[in-house]
């Protein structure tokens, strides 16, 4: 139990349509990092949160956006679904912004996203 | 680009063995390495944690690094059926802001 929720956990979308997910942390975990898990692949950055601020971003579109909330809850936006775009989304939360020193990351469920 | 490769598997043990699972990267700047362990449908799970050249052991988990050779290693002792998982290697990006996750290696631990 890593205290990170994520919903809704399935979603069946149609393809130019748009999405939100969620994610909801620990309080005290002010950043929060969105990670897209194609199928047979790792997990790929797409972009972080701190503070309610953009913090970093992965080799993603700008029709992927995300926002961070006060109270430790944050979504992602994917406009324009393509067939591409179904994957696993993970919200990874942690209470500082590094994971090049001692940072743990708390990974909720996940999301899997169907694009027809 | 960074990059960090793993053999895809499946990786196949007895009960009672050691998986020996191997990871290598591309950016010799990497500082931060990570291991985590995968069930099918679920999220990643860490596992081990390695900073400095050497080994690093929790319980019947040792990671290995080699960081002239760009080389991390986890062996898992004794493994168990519930083992069977797939294990992620990760490293740091540039920024430390963000973990590069390789495709992972699938491990089969038949009873």
Redo the contacts between chains.
């Keep these: 139990e890593t205290g990170v929720t994520q919903s809704p956990t399935h979603l069946i979308k149609t393809r130019g349509q748009q999405v939100t997910l969620r994610c909801s942390s620990q309080s005290g975990h002010n950043t929060v990092s969105w990670y897209q898990q194609a199928l047979g692949q790792g997990p790929q950055f797409i972009f972080q949160y701190y503070r309610e601020e953009e913090n970093g971003r992965g080799n993603f579109p700008p029709r992927f956006s995300g926002l961070q909330f006060p109270n430790y809850s944050s979504e992602l936006n994917v406009n324009a679904l393509e067939l591409d775009d179904s994957a696993l989304y993970l919200c990874a939360t942690s209470l500082g912004t590094g994971v090049a020193t001692n940072e743990k990351l708390f990974f909720g469920s996940g999301t899997q996203l169907s694009v027809l | 680009q960074k990059e ?1 490769e793993q053999n ?1 598997g499946p990786l196949s043990v007895p009960e009672g063995a050691i998986a020996s699972l191997n990871c290598t990267y591309s950016d010799r700047g990497s ?2 390495f990570f291991w985590y362990r995968q069930y099918s ?6 596992i081990m ?1 390695i ?1 400095s050249n050497g080994d690093k052991e929790d319980g019947r988990f040792t990671a290995q690094l080699n960081k002239a050779s760009q080389y991390v290693s986890l062996l898992i002792r004794d493994s168990q059926p519930s083992d069977s998982a797939t294990y ?1 290697c ?1 490293v ?2 540039e ?10 290696t699938t491990l089969s631990v038949s009873s």
């Design positions: 960090v895809s500082q931060s449908g679920k999220s990643p799970e860490l944690s900073y992620l990760a740091n990006d920024a430390g802001t963000a973990l590069i996750f390789g495709k992972g």
